[in-house]
């Protein structure tokens, strides 16, 4: 496992399953932890056995308003003294129309969630960053960010946007030990995934806890010289 002693690490949608396996992976750290997600009993169930000094948790955040971000990150250095490692896992999928007949309302919701949470954490703590003159950011894509398909258009170009967001962070810390990359997953296999596509070959997906590991690879000191990546996580896939 990788050594976060002494650091602080912020888990957006940290009650969501790949959220969960971050911190499982965490717990066997000596890392603090800022459990970050707006469902708050699945968010208190899943980091009950935390030891009170080491976790923070965080339910009914509004990732999507700049306030509500802002008090996060705020409350988050207050405890810990400082927040050095930020992973958005926060995600939703829509898919299924065409760009002709799928709602508007399904392009906002996904550039809202996939890629404005991501914006605004990321805004919220650069700062903090910079001052301290370390950081690290990781970023939950998607392979569909690669290239548009029938029927996820919406989806497809909410993470694309998402990788050129962390391209441009990348860019931009370059000489500040500051770094951002992002994971782009296959089909994860989750309780969910399972229930949408009952049919589906599962040998050719990706556990959350691979996932996890090459999140808190790139979060880790170990990942320093790499920024601006976007690594597959595909499984067999």
């Not at 396996?21 to 997600?37: F, K, M, N, Q, S």
């Not at 550039?111 to 001052?131: D, Y």
């Not at 994860?188 to 959350?208: C, E, F, G, K, L």
């Amino acid at each position: 496992m990788f050594d976060f002693s002494s650091r602080t690490v912020l888990v957006t949608g940290a009650a969501g399953n790949l959220g969960q396996a971050i911190g499982r992976e965490l717990a066997g750290t000596t890392a603090h932890l800022v459990a970050v997600d707006v469902s708050e009993p699945g968010l208190a169930k899943a980091y009950a056995g935390w030891p009170a000094d080491r976790v923070l948790v965080l339910a009914g955040i509004d990732l999507t308003s700049p306030a509500s971000v802002d008090e996060m990150a705020q409350r988050a250095i207050s405890r810990f003294g400082h927040v050095d490692v930020l992973i958005n896992t926060v995600g939703t999928f829509r898919g299924g129309q065409s760009v002709v007949d799928g709602p508007l309302s399904d392009w906002d919701l996904l550039m809202n969630v996939n890629l404005r949470t991501a914006l605004l954490t990321s805004r919220a703590l650069v700062p903090h960053f910079l001052r301290r003159g370390y950081g690290r950011i990781v970023n939950v894509a998607a392979r569909p960010a690669l290239a548009g398909a029938a029927g996820i258009a919406a989806y497809s170009a909410s993470k694309a946007a998402l990788l050129r967001l962390t391209e441009s962070l990348a860019a931009e810390l370059k000489g500040h030990d500051i770094t951002a990359n992002a994971v782009m997953p296959g089909t994860i296999d989750t309780p969910q995934n399972r229930a949408a596509m009952p049919d589906a070959d599962t040998t050719t997906w990706v556990t959350p806890a691979a996932v996890a590991c090459a999140v808190l690879f790139l979060a880790s000191e170990e990942a320093g010289a790499i920024t601006g990546a976007a690594l597959p996580v595909s499984g067999r896939g």
